[in-house]
């Protein structure tokens, strides 16, 4: 079973509408991250929560906001979406003061907003 | 804020030959993590490499190494024996040290064909 997965992996929305993506993990792990990818772009962070009371904004998070229901549930949310929020996007745990600060990477969602 | 740099948008290689792919970053910090990350068309992300920049031993996976030049902030990823499993994007990725983890700055990635 995946250690770090995500829902759903595929998701077309329309301009205006809410949409959250979700991930979970069973890795046990405090920290979580969102990370948007963009061709050409490379991967950028949108969110990190380090715990339950500690989300932190990255370097693209105006039009997201997240949820921390839990050590193990990380959410993104579009409230709007728009069409230039098309994207595949990461989720990430690792662990404090873990080996090399590794982060391990769920599938992916790919988000398309027409 | 620290910047990482991919100037090879893609790159061509004979299958069973070697290429190396270059990254460079820029930090003021002395401790961190540098890593290069694998993307195939799944678009899973697949840590391939990781080097720890107080250790001056570079680091080497298999057929995988690196060329880690501390004092140039230099990256480089070298394949060797290359195959045709080894064609995606790859990432160089850069972390701060210490327990404080803020997440990871990545390159805009390179694009290795393999030609057989």
């Known amino acids: 079973d995946a250690d770090v997965t995500q829902t759903p992996r595929n998701r077309i929305t329309k301009t205006g509408k809410r949409i959250m993506l979700e991930c979970s993990q069973t890795?046990?792990?405090?920290?979580m991250y969102w990370y948007r990818q963009d061709p050409g772009l490379g991967l950028r962070l949108i969110y990190y929560?380090?715990?339950?009371?500690?989300?932190n904004k990255g370097e693209i998070s105006d039009g997201y906001s997240v949820s921390r229901q839990a050590q193990a549930k990380f959410s993104l949310s579009l409230e709007s979406a728009i069409p230039n929020q098309t994207a595949l996007y990461f989720c990430a745990t690792s662990e404090p003061w873990g080996f090399y600060n590794e982060q391990f990477f769920g599938p992916g969602t790919r988000l398309t907003v027409l | 804020a620290q910047t990482v740099t991919q100037s090879q948008p893609e790159m061509s290689v004979q299958e069973a030959e070697t290429v190396t792919l270059s990254c460079t970053y820029d930090?003021?910090?002395?401790?961190?993590?540098l890593f290069w990350y694998k993307q195939p068309p799944s678009r899973q992300m697949i840590l391939v490499i990781r080097?720890?920049?107080?250790?001056?031993q570079n680091a080497t996976e298999n057929r995988f190494s690196v060329n880690f030049q501390k004092a140039a902030k230099s990256f480089s990823l070298k394949i060797s024996d290359s195959q045709l499993g080894d064609a995606a994007m790859y990432f160089c990725a850069y972390t701060n040290g210490g327990g404080g983890a803020d997440g990871l700055t990545f390159g805009k990635g390179t694009h290795l064909i393999i030609q057989p």
């Open positions: 890795k046990g792990h405090d920290r």
């Open positions: 080097q720890e920049a107080y250790k001056q």
């Open positions: 929560s380090f715990d339950v009371k500690d989300i």
């Open positions: 930090t003021s910090e002395s401790d961190y993590y």
